[in-house]
């Protein structure tokens, strides 16, 4: 089975809805997990990101379970299965005091927070039947996903016969820079060989990863002006 790891709803279609799309399509069973799909807790922090994030997204004020339901409909566009953790997103983490670890949206691409590290360790082990797992490589440089990729490379530890890639997240990919730094702060903290892969997919499956995203209606401004400008951005970035 091959294992996609989305720090959050959208990430693994974003980064990989195209590969996605063309392993079911060739028989191959895929399981999305996303990891930071959680309850946010109430009362929720009190923190200029939680407001900005709330306003963007319109969900109202607990949208997990609206992204939930946009995750479900974009993993049925590519004939993927689903699977949603209870750890809840890095804006809504707090210690004992209810202190937010990320209270600003410039505190989410920093380094993750020291009593936050310890999450890789109550993170459920993948299925027996796990093959090929895919982690975010850290491009943006986001909390959750330094928090996935670290974790994937404890499951590299424990689980030998896995085969783990590295996928690049789109859009925060389309720039250089923040692909680089990525790859020198990877080499940095494991010893690995990494070996570049590009997967080369057909029409079909560009209009695939495009409908998915579609799906995720809630995030779309966060990027984009409308789902047009995605779909133009997208596939200008595949070519």
Same mark, same amino acid.
């Given at each position: 089975?091959?294992?996609?790891? /989305? ?21 191959? &069973? ?26 963007? =997204? ?10 939930? $339901?946009?995750? =479900?409909?974009?993993? /049925?566009?590519?004939?993927? @299965? ?14 004992? &005091? ?8 410039? /505190? ?35 909390? $959750? ?42 080499? @940095?903290?494991?010893?690995? @060989?990494?070996?570049? %892969? ?6 079909? @499956?560009?209009?695939?990863?495009? %409908? ?11 990027? =984009?002006? $409308? ?13």
């Amino acid at each position: 089975m091959h294992v996609f790891l /989305s720090p959050h709803f959208d990430d693994a279609v974003l980064g990989c809805g195209g590969l996605i799309a063309d392993l079911t399509e060739h028989g191959q &069973d895929v399981l999305v997990i996303t990891i930071m799909a959680g309850e946010p807790p109430s009362p929720l922090p009190a923190t200029p990101i939680v407001k900005t994030l709330h306003q963007r =997204w319109g969900a109202g004020y607990n949208p997990v379970a609206v992204r939930r $339901d946009e995750d =479900w409909q974009a993993l /049925s566009c590519l004939k993927a @299965q689903a699977q949603h953790l209870e750890i809840p997103d890095c804006v809504y983490r707090t210690n004992a &005091d209810g202190g937010a670890f990320y209270p600003s949206e410039e /505190s989410l691409f920093a380094n993750v927070h020291p009593d936050d590290e310890r999450l890789i360790e109550t993170l459920p082990a993948l299925p027996e039947t796990s093959s090929h797992l895919y982690v975010p490589l850290g491009v943006g440089h986001h909390v $959750d996903h330094q928090i996935v990729r670290n974790y994937g490379l404890f499951v590299r530890r424990d689980r030998a016969g896995v085969s783990l890639r590295f996928y690049e997240e789109y859009p925060y990919s389309v720039s250089e820079e923040a692909r680089t730094r990525a790859l020198n702060e990877l080499k @940095q903290i494991a010893a690995l @060989q990494l070996n570049e %892969e590009r997967v080369t997919l057909s029409e079909a @499956q560009v209009d695939a990863k495009i %409908e998915a995203i579609a799906c995720y209606r809630s995030q779309i401004s966060t990027f =984009w002006e $409308d789902v047009d400008d995605m779909a133009h951005s997208t596939r200008m970035a595949m070519t």
